[in-house]
């Protein structure tokens, strides 16, 4: 088994890094990471409809897409995030207490009575702190979970509490559990890097052939390569989401907009818009033109700071139209 420690915290880059072990190594890996403030979402969500998407912007929050199914996630410093690729072993897709029972073990020798509960998390007590997710291609898997050592939940619940109102999505939800951080249940806190440790030590003395394995410069060319073609594009994170109905409602000083969008493929095909406000031109013209326009601030932003748009909306300004559209 490899043992490899990330030392980059940029989420899109650790995403990356996933896949690429995936890949390109065909032996026992164990894997650890951490991410500087980030969302992450499950492969089948529809990006928007699991955040707050304003506090996220606010935040200037990377959120990325991951290969695995599941829920939306928060990620900091206070987070560790671990990763297993076992080929040749699909009869353990699913087998969450496989992959569970090392980070459990090593757990208890800090005195800490944590339990797999339900399908896919470990808790301390009645409260989460760690929850897991599995992808499987060519018989071999990734399963990969995360360990809240002393995570700020306060971002946690700010960043993944999106407006039910904003979006109705075909995507796949996010289950909130009450969360805790491991750091409450001990005497002592423990970072993460000290867990690593342990965990690396753990699995040396239970498994053969343990080694760490250091990341090449190869390695780091087909990752950012990875990153910058697909974890880092808009493309992945956010128009990969299933087609969702977008809604939003807002008043201002020259009067009321009401935004209806049908989105498909991260791409507008239907657009309704209502209100009170006053327009030189139809605001169907306006409609048939975000038509067809990827759903993204800065596609939108650089396809209306070209145009008139006070000429569908009176006096409104473009930050305050693209506010509207998100």
Same mark, same amino acid.
């Given at each position: 088994?490899?043992?490899?420690?990330?030392?980059?915290? =940029?989420?899109?880059?650790?995403?990356?890094?996933?896949?690429?072990?995936?890949?390109?190594?065909? =032996?026992?890996?164990?894997?650890?990471?951490?991410?500087?403030?980030?969302?992450?979402?499950?492969?089948?969500?529809?990006?928007?409809?699991?955040?707050?998407?304003?506090?996220?912007?606010?935040?200037?929050?990377?959120?990325?897409?991951?290969?695995?199914?599941?829920?939306?996630?928060?990620?900091?410093?206070?987070?560790?995030?671990?990763?297993?690729?076992?080929?040749?072993?699909?009869?353990?897709?699913?087998?969450?207490?496989?992959?569970? *029972?090392?980070?459990?073990?090593?757990?208890?020798?800090?005195?800490?009575?944590?339990?797999?509960?339900?399908?896919?998390?470990?808790?301390?007590?009645?409260?989460?702190?760690?929850?897991?997710?599995?992808?499987?291609?060519?018989?071999?898997?990734?399963?990969?979970?995360?360990?809240?050592?002393?995570?700020?939940?306060?971002?946690?619940?700010?960043?993944?509490?999106?407006?039910?109102?904003?979006?109705?999505?075909?995507?796949?939800?996010? +289950?909130?559990?009450?969360?805790?951080?491991?750091?409450?249940?001990?005497?002592?806190?423990?970072?993460?890097?000290?867990?690593?440790?342990?965990?690396?030590?753990?699995?040396?003395?239970?498994?053969?052939?343990?080694?760490?394995?250091?990341?090449?410069?190869?390695?780091?060319?087909?990752?950012?390569?990875?990153?910058?073609?697909?974890?880092?594009?808009?493309?992945?994170?956010?128009?990969?989401?299933?087609?969702?109905?977008?809604?939003?409602?807002?008043?201002?000083?020259?009067?009321?907009? =009401?935004?209806?969008?049908?989105?498909?493929?991260?791409?507008?095909?239907?657009?309704?818009?209502?209100?009170?406000?006053?327009?030189?031109?139809?605001? =169907?013209?306006? *409609?048939? +033109?975000?038509?067809?326009?990827?759903?993204?601030?800065?596609?939108?932003?650089?396809?209306?700071?070209?145009?008139?748009?006070?000429?569908?909306?009176?006096?409104?300004?473009?930050?305050?139209?693209?506010?509207?559209?998100?």
């Amino acid at each position: 088994m490899k043992l490899i420690y990330l030392k980059t915290t =940029e989420a899109y880059y650790n995403l990356a890094a996933e896949e690429y072990f995936f890949t390109i190594l065909n =032996e026992p890996v164990f894997m650890f990471w951490q991410n500087s403030d980030s969302i992450i979402v499950g492969k089948n969500q529809n990006t928007l409809s699991q955040i707050n998407y304003d506090a996220v912007r606010n935040g200037n929050i990377p959120v990325v897409r991951r290969l695995s199914g599941g829920g939306a996630v928060f990620h900091d410093m206070g987070n560790l995030n671990y990763t297993y690729i076992i080929p040749d072993r699909s009869d353990l897709y699913l087998d969450f207490k496989f992959f569970s *029972e090392p980070i459990i073990s090593v757990l208890k020798t800090l005195g800490i009575n944590a339990v797999l509960s339900g399908r896919n998390d470990i808790y301390i007590a009645d409260k989460k702190i760690s929850g897991n997710a599995q992808y499987i291609k060519d018989n071999k898997i990734l399963h990969h979970g995360t360990l809240l050592f002393q995570t700020n939940l306060n971002k946690l619940e700010q960043y993944l509490q999106p407006d039910p109102e904003k979006i109705q999505s075909k995507g796949i939800d996010s +289950i909130r559990n009450a969360v805790t951080n491991i750091n409450e249940h001990v005497k002592t806190n423990i970072s993460p890097i000290k867990f690593k440790d342990l965990m690396f030590g753990y699995l040396a003395q239970n498994y053969n052939g343990v080694e760490i394995y250091e990341v090449k410069k190869d390695d780091e060319t087909g990752i950012r390569g990875l990153r910058d073609y697909k974890y880092g594009t808009w493309e992945w994170n956010y128009g990969y989401s299933p087609k969702y109905s977008f809604h939003k409602k807002l008043r201002f000083g020259f009067g009321q907009v =009401e935004i209806n969008l049908d989105i498909v493929s991260g791409e507008i095909k239907k657009a309704k818009i209502y209100g009170d406000f006053f327009a030189l031109r139809d605001v =169907e013209d306006f *409609e048939n +033109i975000i038509i067809g326009c990827k759903h993204s601030p800065i596609e939108l932003k650089n396809l209306l700071e070209n145009m008139d748009y006070t000429q569908f909306f009176a006096a409104i300004t473009l930050e305050q139209l693209i506010e509207c559209l998100f």
